[in-house]
Nanobody, 128 residues
Framework: QVRLEESGGGLVQAGGSLRLSCAAS????????MGWFRQAPGKEREFVAA????????AYADSVKGRFTISRDNAKNTVDLQMDSLKPEDTAIYSC?????????????????????WGQGTQITVSS
């Protein structure tokens, strides 16, 4: 089992920045990729970013490309999401997820299906 815990959420003004961190514990060696997803009130959960832990290949949703950066520290078992130029529409609960499945292309990690474990989520509120 892999346990995931997010930190770094909060309230920020539009145009500001926040950095989320996801710490993994337990059977961390089973992870192949990590992702960040978000869910706004009344909306379905959507993909934000993903990273393959070996090699560091990344993918982003079009809505965050150029503003968000996902990174990993394999020694610390953490995956971070740097969020810059935040907009009110980025307001949501952000969750990290872990996948033990190995796919040939990162686009397979842009849906929730490959992910085995999920964190509880952290609230991001961007005020206008």
């Amino acid at each position: 089992q892999v346990r995931l815990e997010e930190s770094g959420g909060g309230l920020v003004q539009a145009g500001g920045s926040l950095r989320l961190s996801c710490a993994a514990s337990g059977r961390t060696f089973t992870r192949h990729a990590m992702g960040w997803f978000r869910q706004a009130p009344g909306k379905e959960r959507e993909f934000v970013a993903a990273i393959v832990l070996s090699g560091g290949t990344t993918a982003y949703a079009d809505s965050v490309k150029g503003r968000f950066t996902i990174s990993r520290d394999n020694a610390k078992n953490t995956v971070d999401l740097q969020m810059d130029s935040l907009k009110p529409e980025d307001t949501a609960i952000y969750s990290c997820a872990s996948s033990s499945l190995k796919y040939p292309h990162i686009q397979y990690y842009q849906t929730s299906r490959p992910y085995d474990y999920w964190g509880q989520g952290t609230q991001i509120t961007v005020s206008s």
